[in-house]
């Protein structure tokens, strides 16, 4: 059963970079694309980017300036930084399992989630 | 990049049927996933490839998909239903390039 951990900080100061980790267990990350997906309290969700497994990222157009996806196969994780960030930056943030063929795109596995908080 | 238009709330009487709709022109092009999400607990697929169920979702749950809307039918809605429903599907940006999106959600009462 394949599981998904986030981890890192839950306070990030205003103008910071947010860094958190999303740990892979039960299946390799040598395959599919890895994304981050985030929910700000009581709102709905919003994709944030996708890496795949060679390191090839997509990003949201509204975060792009300040997104950066990375992918460390040899500890199966990936991770995800934002930069110079807002108190709207505030949110539960998810790591998630994406698989794409054709015209389909999904999510397969989901981590909990960990509520980061931009606040100083 | 599209966006994906939801109801932001339905309800349903306890057994009866439901459908929830998702649209937004990237569904002319690409097919939906639904993600069923509960209070505290992050979302969970229900639906995706537009009508197929993930292994343990009930087969009350359906998926169809016609022009620029896709909808997620619930038949014989039950009490645990009650949640939040997303959808989400590809989408391209000015370049070409893949990306992401999901729908603004939809709360689904069940009375």
């Known amino acids: 059963q394949v599981q998904l951990q986030e981890s890192g900080p839950g306070l990030v100061k205003p103008s910071e970079t947010l860094s958190l980790t999303c740990t892979v267990s039960?299946?390799?990350?040598?395959?599919?694309?890895w994304s981050w997906i985030r929910q700000p309290p009581g709102k709905g969700l919003e994709w944030i980017g996708f890496?795949?497994?060679?390191?090839?990222?997509n990003y949201n157009p509204s975060l792009k300036s300040r997104v950066t996806i990375s992918v460390d196969t040899s500890k199966n994780q990936f991770s995800l930084k934002l930069s110079s960030v807002i108190p709207g930056d505030t949110a539960l943030y998810y790591c998630?399992?994406?698989?794409?063929?054709?015209?389909?795109?999904?999510?397969?596995?989901w981590g909990q989630g960990i509520l980061v908080t931009v606040s100083s | 990049s599209s966006e994906l238009t939801q109801d932001p709330a339905v309800s349903v009487a306890l057994g009866q049927t439901v459908r929830i709709t998702c649209q937004g022109d990237?569904?002319?092009?690409?097919?939906a996933s639904w993600y069923q999400q509960k209070p505290g607990q992050a979302p969970v697929l229900v639906i995706y490839d537009k009508s197929n169920r993930p292994s343990g979702i009930p087969d009350r749950f359906s998926g169809s998909s016609s022009g620029n809307t896709a909808s997620l039918t619930i038949t014989g809605a039950q009490a645990e239903d009650e949640a939040d429903y997303y959808c989400?599907?590809?989408?391209?940006?000015?370049?070409?390039?893949?990306?992401?999106?999901f729908g603004t959600g939809t709360k689904v009462s069940v009375l």
């Open positions: 990237s569904l002319r092009s690409y097919y």
């Open positions: 989400n599907s590809r989408d391209r940006d000015s370049s070409g390039n893949h990306l992401n999106v």
């Open positions: 890496i795949n497994y060679s390191g090839s990222t």
């Open positions: 039960g299946g390799s990350i040598s395959s599919y694309f």
């Open positions: 998630a399992r994406g698989i794409k063929f054709g015209v389909v795109d999904y999510f397969d596995y």
